[in-house]
């Protein structure tokens, strides 16, 4: 059974920095595009970004490009999240999800596991 466990979510302030982190098991991962997703209060769950299974090809939505950056490392099987000019619209509970190869990446129904999530606050 896949499992995927969020971590380094917190409370920053509008400009800050900050990274989230994915770790997998149960599963092989090295061969998993993963990806993350956001959902705040009273949203539809949406993109954000995107990584393919040897890290080659990355995704973004428009709302985080040129601010984050999603890398991987598949010898500890955990997916990251690097946010930057954090912003109060980026506030939601962000999630990562794993898909098998060869799928939409910015589709969420496209995406087999999820995390439970991890909260990001960005006050102004």
Known sequence: ????????GGL???????????AGSGGTFSRLNMGWFRQAPGKEREFV????????????????KGRSTISRDNAKNTVYLQMNSLKPEDTALY???VQY?????????????WGQGTQVNVSS
């Open 1 to 8: 059974q896949v499992q995927l466990v969020e971590s380094g």
């Open 12 to 22: 920053v302030q509008a400009g800050d920095s900050l990274r989230v982190s994915c």
């Open 49 to 64: 970004a995107a990584i393919d299974w040897s890290g080659g090809t990355t995704d973004y939505a428009d709302s985080v």
């Open 95 to 97: 999630y990562c999800a």
């Open 101 to 113: 190869p060869g799928r939409w990446y910015d589709r969420r129904t496209e995406y087999d596991y």
